[in-house]
Every structure is written in C-alpha cells, then in structure tokens.
C-alpha cells in the first residue's frame, strides 16, 4: 500500500480523507497547524507544522517528508497550493507526488470576485455580483469575503440599509444576489486532460459551519454540464467540488473549491472511490472509471464523535 501524508487534518475533509485511506489499507501521515486537530489522532503518525502564511511552512514540510518517507502527499487545503507548486522539485527529488491544481485556476477560484467575472464572461450561470457595494446587484444579498472560505463573515441581508453595516463588517466584501432553490454541492474528479472523470451532485440538505450535515446523491444532466460548462472557464484538474443552486431556470453556480469537500463521506458512500483514485492519478496511474460510478439516493447523517487521550 501507499504512504501518504495529507494536510488540513483538522478540517472536515481532512478527516475524511484520513478514514477513506485507512478503510483502504494505506499508510498514513496526518499533517495539521492546530496540535489538537481531530485527524491527528485518527492516523498512526500525526504531524504539526506551521500554517502557509508562515516563511517556515515550506522547510517544516520538507522536513516531515525526509522525516517519514511518503509517497504522496495530499492536501485538503486550497490556500496551500500556491505554496505547494513551489515546492514541486524538492518533493519530487525526494520521491513524493503530488496532483496539484493549475496555478491560474486556483487563483480564480481562491478570489470570489474574480470567479463570478469569470463565470459571467463565459455565459455560466452565477449570481449578479458587486464588489464591495451592491450597485446593479439585485436584492435579496449575500455579503461575504473576497477572500474567504465557509461560512464565516457572511452576512444574508434583505433591507438595503443593513448593507453598509454588513460590507463594513465583511473583510474585502463583495455583493451577491441571494439564489433560492435547492442547495447542491457536487465532487468533482477532473483527469489530467481536463475530462471530468467523475460528478457525484447531492442536496445540502442541512449545513452547520458551511459543512453539510445531511444530504443524498441524485442525478442531474443539467448539473452535469455546469460542471462542464464551469471548468471549460476555469481550468482544474484533479479533486474539487462545486457549490451552487438548482431552481427551476436550471442550476446557478456559486463556488468552486479545487479541494476534496467536508461532505466527501457522502460520495464515498455512495460508491465513488474519489480518494483512491486520486492517488492512482498523483502516481500517474490511469484512473479507473468503474470505481468512480456512484448510487443516486444515498442519505447522510452527520453527527458528532469523539477522540480520547491520557
């Protein structure tokens, strides 16, 4: 079996990404900032180094990799493949592979204002969006951050008085159009030549912390060519998940992670081996399609559980 480091084993994804590895028999090395991240005790070798906004973030790495030896590393956080396409050589050179996303596509996916530019310039469907204000942006508003990631500093508005005390309180704020409808996320495996080798939608049935705590798996052909439709704009490869609406004009696209989702069990149980896959592909192995099929109608509850120590 393979030897793989993951980090972000504190968040959502990373944990279940750690679960999906060891069900498959795979070596594991859980990396995260936070000492007291919940997927460093779910893993037989747990890791701090420091976050990507600090300088040692790249030496702490490498030096965990000369440390314990993995194969491939995964990371289950966007805001470190910038960081991580400058460490391709040393990693590479110290036998270690990665499937990182293209850097430009990361970039428009890491800035909300640049995705909704770039999604309206290719005619996908997204939300009317302001940058920093709402000026030609109809209400009901969502205000949120630029930059960002779940659910905080976002701020539902309906009375536009309330929106320069929600833009004032928002880092970097930009408007949107609040979308009604059902609420889908969809992971996403895009091979290496750009062809989506796997689309797993489900309903956000229930959220806490911008996670899904409910959800099923359904079937869209609609929702299948946003997703293809989305990716011709921007260019991914690799692991994401897109975040959008269904109403009855078709789906609305409202973000794009290049990253595994926090509602990744849910297409694991539904029969998508996306984590398995994306090691053979960070091996450079042909992707297996069979084993990226999935059942629609699969139901998840999420509820809380617990790791001892002492």
Excluded at 68 to 92: G, S
Excluded at 162 to 173: G, I, V, Y
Excluded at 276 to 294: H, M, S
Aim: hydrophobic fraction near 45%.
């Amino acid at each position: 079996m393979t030897r793989v480091l993951v980090t972000g084993a504190g968040g959502a994804a990373g944990v279940a990404v750690i679960r999906a590895l060891a069900r498959a028999g795979h070596q594991i090395v859980a990396v995260d900032a936070d000492p007291d991240a919940a997927g460093l005790r779910l893993a037989p070798t747990g890791a701090v180094i420091p976050t990507v906004t600090e300088l040692e973030f790249g030496p702490a790495l490498l030096r965990l990799v000369d440390e314990q030896r993995p194969q491939v590393l995964l990371t289950t956080v966007a805001e470190e493949i910038a960081a991580l396409h400058d460490l391709a050589e040393p990693l590479a050179a110290r036998g270690v592979a990665c499937w990182l996303p293209p850097r430009d596509g990361t970039s428009v996916c890491l800035d909300k204002w640049k995705f909704a530019r770039v999604l309206a310039d290719a005619d996908v469907p997204t939300p009317p969006t302001g940058l920093g204000n709402a000026s030609a942006v109809p209400g009901p508003w969502v205000v949120k951050p630029r930059f960002g990631r779940g659910s905080c500093d976002v701020h539902l508005v309906e009375d536009p008085q309330a929106l320069t005390w929600a833009c004032r309180r928002t880092p970097e704020p930009i408007v949107q159009t609040r979308i009604t409808g059902r609420e889908f996320t969809a992971d996403v495996l895009v091979d290496h030549d750009g062809t989506v080798a796997a689309c797993v939608p489900r309903w956000r049935l229930a959220t806490k912390a911008g996670i899904s705590t409910r959800g099923e798996t359904f079937e869209s052909p609609a929702v299948d060519d946003v997703v293809s439709r989305t990716l011709a704009a921007v260019p991914l490869t690799g692991p994401l998940n897109l975040q959008g609406f269904v109403h009855r004009d078709g789906p609305t696209v409202i973000e794009v992670n290049p990253r595994f989702s926090g509602g990744l069990p849910l297409s694991l149980a539904a029969g998508a081996d996306l984590v398995g896959e994306v090691v053979r592909g960070a091996l450079d192995q042909p992707l297996l399609l069979e084993r990226l099929q999935y059942r629609p109608g699969v139901r998840m509850i999420r509820y809380f559980s617990e790791a001892f120590e002492g």
